[in-house]
């Protein structure tokens, strides 16, 4: 883990976005450092899967994201990912018509061929269980196994930055632990990922940190292995002034 | 509002001018004026029609010049005589208008199945065929030799006579679709256009209200080109070019959607124009494709938008939504039978996955009902069973005793079930209090014809309609906004108006779709006064919604899905201290 | 008889495919239906007499520079009257812009060509033994079409990528794919498919502003029936439409070919508006 004076890699300050007139983000402030795993949780419809849409550019956004030390302002995700960092979308979509492997390779669309062909293989190894089946339609392919080719596909580039947003949604437990594991894995080898989960003891088992979204804005952050994380967590999601509810 | 004199006359003010100069125009003493001045009439007759297709209902058809060779075509053989016996011109201009009705109804209905650009083929692929059959169908038509056009008896034989004639029917076609225009049947179009599912939700029947329109704009046609033939003197194939068709419909669009003044100018603008500049003539068509593309890209809104000087004032900047749920009861009624809705054993799979798997759910009138649960529990799916965009495989939704029918969401309205959606569903071009009225769809009671000769039944419903949508929209807070047009609303402002158009149904049972998403504390606090006041009014209220607070602090029941499941379900007071709750909903 | 029919059917069919095939490579790029698509086709005769004949280039030299302004036109296509539509495609503005550009084309067509139709030349100067050049080119221009397309979809990372964004747009652009470069690159495709098919069909269709709404419409019916993206449909009833149509033409004569062909449309697609080979609609709410 990061100790000492960590070199921050992505500094989200005064962020704001929505769709069209809905204002979804209110000022929302976060960082994560080099090499460190970063949780993002809280309820539904809190704005999580829109935070990474328009941290990797998917759609616009109001006020300063900066990643590895560059600004990012009116950077799509073509620029993100070129930067390093990968954002792998919700709901496992891979592309059904294509191969396990083509859709490997189009992760890596504008890099060298033979490099491509290297980094393909490299994040297919941590799939065996895709590998094996890299000729396959992706189609064909369990949830589980699409989810995997997902994460993969955020691999191929070696990305600096992994986000993942919600890898474990449809999967068995089995299936979300392999997952996991494969996060943890990258992690170890220097990757910062920022995991967006609703499985909260399982996303607290694989990070260092946590945010917690809530209504647009943040509203926690924490070490993980803090004592009484989920309690002070359900505070913050209810509001801490949850009132009793009226009677009529 | 307080009646001010010569209020009537606002925003006629264009019409007065141009029927003025209309009827002045002979006083220039040119027959070329005339000629020109007779064709710009026909066109609006046509165009007049077809703007409640194009203009108002949003239906892309781009082959109506099909109807008026139809038109033509059916005068000028009938009087004639050369296949019939001589029928009477007048007569057989009826005919020619029944005609076009008739075929304005086989070429529009394609629309009620059809994607738009679908329809706009079907249209084109109509135009193109009946040219051909009538370039083909010699003992009929004439073939490319054509028929003579029809003459008018006196005193419509002259070149001023027959002007008359066609400027009279021009001005009734106007006055009838501005009737139409500020009835429901209108904005049932304008909801068909903008929002289609939530005018279904308001019982706006898309394929009554289009067969309806088609018939009309069909008959307009029709006429119109029983006098265009007249006009010609003469008509062969050639005269029916597609050029025709695209500069009616680029008039509309110029003109603006949903605008009556917007494309009468605009017929008349194109119908001038290449005739005072000669040389651009062979360019007239390229110009109106110019046009229509500087419309599209640049100025949706047309020139009834700039016409529109009311909507360009500022409105105030930092507004407050202060609803007064003490008229509730005023609006709603006092006293109102209502048993609640109740859904038995529902299950509903989309290829082999569970939505939701055998769901009770009763929702009991006087008070409000949470639904709760993490994304994917079924929701959302809930709401539209009840709301009848999905049949359920098995199970039944009840309205007291009555059985809803699966499906069938126009349907929905007639038994007073409301609802607001997760994305606000508007009609950005209309005004606040317009929207609101479409919520009241149902309740009119005059017909077709009766709005279109603004008949007494007619008025009376207008009338009933406006203090009801003035209240609604008091109620919810945004009477201040009434005449302000909805996309210059704030979003959470839309959320209101939402709740507004919805209460003009009087609704026995209130579904809203997460409606505090996007809100701020205070918003929603008042919100939530507002919903609690209306199940207190005696509506059944289902509330889907992520705020945890809003939920806890109105809900007198909540229901907490998982997997198309009910976990629990309770007060609040229990379900905030369920354990198994607390962890599916926070997933821990 | 039956010989001209089918020689007819096949080549007229042949035509009608390509500008299917035009159709859908526009379409899977960007979800729009484009009016450009009979536009193209118009253009590729229109322009091959004019490079050939009025300038006198050679023919490949001629055909070349045909596809290369369908190539430049579609690209133009994509600017003006799609790009600026695309955010709001639920409105359905595209309609009215690409048919306001293809009119637009077509009328500078009319005015600066001629508003006659006007013959096409020959493209090889040789006897044709038992096929006239006029019924085969257009076959083997859509034959040649559909293996190009087939290895450029199957065998490049370029065709992958093409793929991909038809297939799930959003996923194509979080994954980083230059999803714009690509949908203009669909779109000069397209022009050079709609041209050579016009080029090809020249013989056959001659040099007329007005195949433009002809080839819009003919065009359009096989993707409608076997289904928007699909260009097997669009072959299948490209070629199925031809020879109806011909059979038609030379059995009852060609206003009941096209009453025939228009209502056939018409009730197919209130059977199935989806097409014969289509998906089911999205959810509306």
Redesign the interface.
């Known amino acids: 883990m990061p100790t000492s004076a960590p070199d921050i890699l992505l500094e989200v300050k005064g962020l704001s976005a929505g769709y069209g007139k809905i204002g979804v983000l209110h000022n929302v402030a976060l960082s994560i450092a080099t090499g460190e795993a970063v949780a993002l949780l809280g309820p539904n419809g809190a704005g999580k899967t829109t935070l990474l849409k328009a941290i990797s550019g998917l759609i616009g956004r109001g006020g300063e994201v900066r990643f590895a030390g560059r600004d990012m302002a009116g950077a799509g995700p073509r620029e993100a990912v070129a930067a390093g960092l990968a954002h792998v979308v919700e709901g496992h979509r891979v592309f059904t018509q294509l191969s396990v492997f083509d859709n490997l390779l189009l992760a890596g669309y504008g890099m060298a061929k033979t490099e491509r062909r290297r980094q393909v293989d490299e994040a297919l190894a941590f799939f065996p269980e895709i590998a094996e089946k890299r000729h396959d339609r992706a189609g064909s392919l369990s949830g589980g196994q699409q989810q995997m080719l997902a994460v993969a596909q955020g691999l191929v580039r070696r990305p600096r930055l992994l986000m993942l947003d919600e890898p474990s949604a449809g999967l068995s437990p089995v299936l979300v632990d392999r997952v996991l594991a494969a996060t943890r894995r990258l992690r170890q080898d220097g990757t910062a990922i920022l995991l967006v989960e609703q499985l909260i003891e399982k996303a607290l088992a694989t990070v260092d940190r946590v945010y917690a979204l809530a209504r647009g804005t943040i509203v926690l952050e924490a070490r993980a292995d803090e004592p009484k994380l989920p309690e002070r967590l359900e505070r913050a999601y209810f509001g801490q002034d949850a009132h009793a509810p009226l009677e009529a | 509002m307080k009646a001010r004199p010569l209020a009537w006359l606002e925003g006629k003010r264009t019409f007065i001018l141009l029927a003025l100069a209309g009827a002045a125009l002979p006083l220039m003493d040119d027959s070329y004026i005339g000629l020109i001045a007779t064709r710009a009439c026909i066109y609006w007759i046509l165009v007049a029609g077809l703007n409640l297709v194009v203009g108002f209902a949003g239906q892309i058809a781009i082959g109506w010049v099909a109807l008026l060779t139809l038109g033509a075509y059916t005068t000028a053989v009938l009087t004639a005589g050369t296949v019939l016996p001589v029928v009477h011109p007048f007569l057989a201009l009826a005919i020619s208008g029944a005609a076009g009705a008739m075929f304005g109804v086989v070429v529009g209905l394609p629309a009620l199945r059809l994607r738009t650009f679908y329809f706009a083929m079907t249209t084109l692929g109509f135009a193109t065929i009946v040219t051909q059959v009538a370039l083909a169908w010699k003992g009929v038509t004439g073939g490319g030799i054509g028929v003579p056009g029809p003459v008018f008896p006196a005193p419509f034989d002259s070149g001023w006579g027959f002007y008359y004639f066609c400027f009279a029917l021009a001005v009734v076609s106007t006055w009838m679709t501005a009737n139409i225009a500020v009835s429901r049947f209108g904005r049932g179009l304008v909801a068909i256009r903008d929002a289609e599912v939530a005018g279904e939700a308001s019982g706006v029947s898309k394929r009554s209200l289009l067969t309806t329109v088609f018939l009309f704009s069909g008959a307009l046609a029709g006429v119109a080109g029983g006098l265009f033939a007249s006009l010609q003197s003469y008509i062969t194939p050639d005269a029916f070019t597609f050029d025709l068709s695209i500069l009616f419909f680029i008039a509309i669009l110029i003109g603006g959607r949903g605008s009556i003044v917007g494309p009468l100018l605009g017929t008349i603008i194109l119908t001038v124009l290449p005739e005072f500049a000669a040389p651009l003539v062979a360019w007239s068509t390229f110009l109106y494709a110019a046009l229509l593309l500087a419309i599209v890209l640049a100025m949706p809104g047309g020139i009834a938008d700039l016409l529109d000087v009311k909507n360009r004032r500022p409105l105030e900047r930092h507004r407050e939504i202060v609803p007064r749920p003490e008229i509730l009861p005023r609006l709603l009624g006092e006293e109102r039978e209502n048993e609640g809705l109740s859904l038995s054993n529902i299950t509903l799979s989309f290829g082999g996955v569970r939505a939701i798997a055998g769901l009770d759910l009763e929702i009991r009138p006087g008070e409000v009902h949470g639904l709760i649960g993490p994304n994917g529990s079924g929701k959302t799916t809930t709401l539209n069973v009840i709301s009848g965009y999905y049949a359920p495989q098995s199970g039944e939704v009840r309205l007291g005793k009555m059985a809803l029918p699966p499906g069938a969401p126009q349907r929905r309205a007639s038994f007073r079930i409301a609802r607001t959606f997760q994305t606000p569903r508007v009609i950005g071009a209309e005004s606040a209090l317009d929207n609101v009225k479409t919520g009241g769809m149902i309740d009119g009671r005059a017909s077709f014809a009766e709005s279109l000769l603004t008949l007494p039944r007619h008025r009376r419903d207008e009338a009933d309609l406006h203090e009801r949508a003035m209240r609604a929209l008091t109620a919810v807070g945004l009477e201040a906004l009434a005449d302000v047009r909805a996309d210059r609303l704030q979003h959470s402002e839309l959320r209101f108006l939402e709740i507004g158009r919805a209460l003009m149904l009087r609704p026995a049972c209130l579904l809203l779709d997460e409606p505090a998403a996007g809100l701020s504390a205070e918003e929603i606090r008042r919100l939530g006064t507002l919903i609690k006041a209306i199940s207190r009014a005696g509506t059944a209220v289902l509330l889907v919604e992520h705020h945890a607070d809003l939920i806890f602090d109105i809900c007198d029941r909540v229901t907490v899905l998982n997997l198309g499941k009910v976990l629990a379900a309770g007060t609040p007071a229990e379900i905030r201290s369920h354990r198994e709750v607390v962890s599916a909903y926070l997933g821990a | 008889m039956l010989e001209s029919i089918v020689s007819y059917g096949l080549a007229v069919g042949a035509v009608y495919a390509l500008i299917g095939i035009t159709y859908n490579v526009m379409f899977s790029a960007s979800r729009v239906?484009s009016f450009t698509a009979g536009m193209l086709g118009m253009l590729g005769g229109v322009l091959g007499a004019l490079f050939i004949t009025r300038l006198g280039l050679p023919v490949a030299l001629g055909l070349i520079a045909t596809v290369a302004c369908g190539a430049i036109i579609g690209v133009i296509t994509e600017f003006?009257?799609v790009r600026?539509?695309l955010k709001n495609l639920e409105q359905?503005?595209y309609?009215?812009?690409t048919?306001?550009?293809a009119?637009?084309v077509q009328?500078?067509t009319a005015?600066e060509w001629g508003t006659d139709a006007q013959p096409f030349p020959r493209l090889f100067q040789i006897e044709d033994s038992l096929v006239d050049q006029k019924f085969w080119l257009p076959v083997v221009a859509c034959v040649a079409t559909i293996v190009g397309l087939e290895i450029l979809y199957r065998h490049t990372?370029v065709g992958?990528?093409f793929?991909?964004i038809s297939?799930?747009n959003?996923?194509?652009?979080?994954?980083?794919?230059?999803e714009q470069r690509l949908r203009i690159a669909s779109f000069a495709l397209a022009g050079v498919i709609g041209t050579l098919a016009g080029f090809t069909g020249g013989e056959v269709l001659l040099a007329f502003f007005g195949n433009q709404?002809?080839l819009?419409?003919y065009g359009?019916v096989p993707v409608?029936l076997g289904g928007m993206g699909s260009n097997r449909g669009a072959v299948v009833g490209g070629f199925a439409l031809g020879l109806f149509q011909q059979a038609a033409n030379f059995l009852v004569?060609?206003?009941f070919a096209?009453?025939a062909v228009?209502v056939v449309?018409?009730i197919i697609?209130?059977a199935r508006?989806e097409g014969l080979a289509g998906a089911v609609s999205a959810?509306?709410?």
């Open positions: 239906f003006v009257a600026p539509v359905h503005l309609v009215l812009s048919l306001a550009f009119l637009l009328q500078f005015i990372l992958r990528a793929l991909a297939e799930d959003y996923a194509a652009r979080a994954l980083g794919l230059p709404s002809i819009n419409f359009f409608a004569g060609g206003v096209a009453v228009f449309f018409i697609l209130l508006p959810r509306r709410v």
